[in-house]
T-cell receptor, first 119, second 113 residues
Framework: NAGVTQTPKFQVLKTGQSMTLQCAQDMNHNSMYWYRQDPGMGLRLIYYSASEGTTDKGEVPNGYNVSRLNKREFSLRLESAAPSQTSVYFC??????????????????FGPGTRLTVL | GENVEQHPSTLSVQEGDSAVIKCTYSDSASNYFPWYKQELGKGPQLIIDIRSNVGEKKDQRIAVTLNKTAKHFSLHITETQPEDSAVYFCAASMKTGGFKTIFGAGTRLFVKA
């Protein structure tokens, strides 16, 4: 069981370049998330996918797009990278608590992160 | 907008002492409050969580308390050990009308041997 995997681990881009961050989970979770982590600001939600086939904006979606390719995979795309997107990006997945209300969240399992620098 | 405030930002304790980290949240609809520990170069990992229908939860040396009226919750670590040194994040989450998890800014805990 690898849990949540992310590729690449590190990436350097020039302003205006595009790239896709890949995320996969092997826990059969329905929900997946993309966060960015900046110093002194905790984690901020970029996009999430409550289930296969659905995606929704989080707190800071501007400049990003996502694709929920299948139940396992959730990718994050930067179409035209900007220095403000320099950050550490984390993917996570979760499953609603068994038998619990659908309006509550549950433990999120995080990947190891991708450190992105945009010059 | 909604936010979660976390204090202190840095905490240094002697091995064996207790550590307390406090968070306040603004959205009264929040119903799930996890605490994550992040070690250097790794992703956050859940250490304990509490739901809005419970006031306190304990797991060995770690406990969390929730005061819904005051909208604050706290993490208590007793008998701290050097391996407790890490960054700790609180979060407040709700899924009514969409999904929202707001994280605190983090507390860097140093446990001195």
């Amino acid at each position: 069981n690898a849990g949540v995997t992310q590729t690449p681990k590190f990436q350097v881009l020039k302003t205006g370049q595009s790239m896709t961050l890949q995320c996969a989970q092997d826990m059969n979770h329905n929900s997946m998330y993309w966060y960015r982590q900046d110093p002194g600001m905790g984690l901020r939600l970029i996009y999430y996918s409550a289930s296969e086939g659905t995606t929704d904006k989080g707190e800071v979606p501007n400049g990003y797009n996502v694709s929920r390719l299948n139940k396992r995979e959730f990718s994050l795309r930067l179409e035209s990278a900007a220095p403000s997107q320099t950050s550490v990006y984390f993917c996570a997945s979760s499953e609603p608590p068994s038998g619990g209300p659908v309006t509550t969240d549950n433990e999120q399992f995080f990947g190891p992160g991708t450190r992105l620098t945009v010059l | 907008g909604e936010n979660v405030e976390q204090h202190p930002s840095t905490l240094s304790v002697q091995e064996g002492d207790s550590a307390v980290i406090k968070c306040t949240y603004s959205d009264s609809a929040s119903n799930y409050f996890p605490w994550y520990k992040q070690e250097l170069g790794k992703g956050p990992q859940l250490i304990i969580d509490i739901r809005s229908n419970v006031g306190e939860k304990k797991d060995q040396r770690i406990a969390v308390t929730l005061n819904k009226t005051a909208k604050h919750f706290s993490l208590h670590i007793t008998e701290t050990q050097p391996e407790d040194s890490a960054v700790y994040f609180c979060a407040a989450s709700m899924k009514t009308g969409g999904f929202k998890t707001i994280f605190g800014a983090g507390t860097r805990l140093f446990v001195k041997a």
